[in-house]
């Protein structure tokens, strides 16, 4: 071959090696591909919580893969279990639920304690709820008179 068609001949297959490289086509991309990443544990900010009747808090929760890797948008489901379930309401604050508020009603299940699960995936995780009874308060009559008030709904009687 003379040089001129070799030369010819090289330039015409770079070229060809270049637009392929260029597009794409010769050398295919290295996109990340989304992984789906699984839910192993979910995190806490609070382990352990104290309510008495009408109280609410606050409960923050992560959700990490396997590299202790937050997962954003990761959903979590919230449960009251062993019993308490008419004493406490859970509320969403966001639409994945990772930060919900928890909240003591009036309801009938005092000085218990129980439990709140959140489930991700196959991972979770439980919050410990102490439901406390009121605190015992004194009323001071200011003409000096006491009424006694008796427990479990019992009719008080007046003393003089």
């Given amino acids: ?40 544990r979910i995190v806490l900010d609070k382990s352990e919580l104290q309510l008495g009747p009408n109280q609410t808090v606050e409960v923050k929760a992560k959700v990490l893969d396997a590299h202790d890797k937050q997962i954003p948008n990761a959903r979590i489901a919230w449960k009251v279990i062993e019993g308490a379930e008419n004493s406490v309401v859970i509320q969403p604050v966001n639409k994945t639920q990772t930060d919900v508020l928890i909240k003591r009603t009036g309801g009938v299940s005092r000085g218990v304690a129980t439990k709140i699960q959140a489930d991700s995936g196959a991972a979770t995780t439980a ?12 009323i ?12 479990e709904g019992k009719k008080p009687s007046k003393s003089m």
């Fill in 140 to 151: 001071f009559f200011p003409d000096g008179n006491s009424i006694n008030l008796l427990p």
């Fill in 1 to 40: 071959m003379p040089i001129n068609q070799r030369f010819l001949h090289c330039v015409l297959t770079l070229s060809i090696v270049f637009s392929l490289a260029i597009t794409n086509y010769a050398f295919p991309s290295k996109r990340s591909r989304p992984v789906k990443r699984t839910p192993v």
């Fill in 127 to 138: 919050v410990t709820l102490n439901l406390q009874n009121p605190a015992p308060s004194e």
